[in-house]
């Protein structure tokens, strides 16, 4: 089992920056995929971006692709999520998400893939 525990989050004006972090408990940090989803008001949770076990290779959400950068640090226990040219449309709260072991590609958008969650960190982009 691991928990997560999101930071990192806060308010920055349209075009600015942040880097979310999740730390991970436990020693197999390494043993699972990871990412980061995001639910913004009124709206449903939607998936933001995701890194394989050996953080080489990466997947995102059109809207995010080109601005965000997912990353991980298997000596930390800690997956990034680093977010440039924020728009306001990217205020959401935003979760880490963990499953145990490798998925196939299609799988790591979509939230029923990951058995842990984080409890979230409030990202506010204003114009």
């Known amino acids: 089992q691991v928990q997560l525990v999101e930071s990192g989050g806060g308010l920055v004006q349209a075009g600015g920056s942040l880097r979310l972090s999740c730390a991970a408990s436990g020693r197999t940090f390494s043993s699972y995929s990871m990412g980061w989803f995001r639910q913004a008001p009124g709206k449903e949770r939607e998936f933001v971006a995701a890194?394989?076990?050996?953080?080489?290779?990466?997947y995102y959400a059109d809207s995010v692709k080109g601005r965000f950068t997912i990353s991980r640090d298997n000596v930390k226990n800690t997956v990034y999520l680093q977010m440039n040219s924020l728009k306001p449309e990217d205020t959401a709260v935003y979760y880490c998400a963990a499953v145990l072991g490798g998925l196939s590609g299609s799988y790591y958008p979509y939230q029923r893939s990951y058995e842990y969650w984080g409890q979230g960190t409030q990202v506010t982009v204003s114009s």
């Open positions: 890194i394989t076990l050996s953080g080489i290779i990466t």
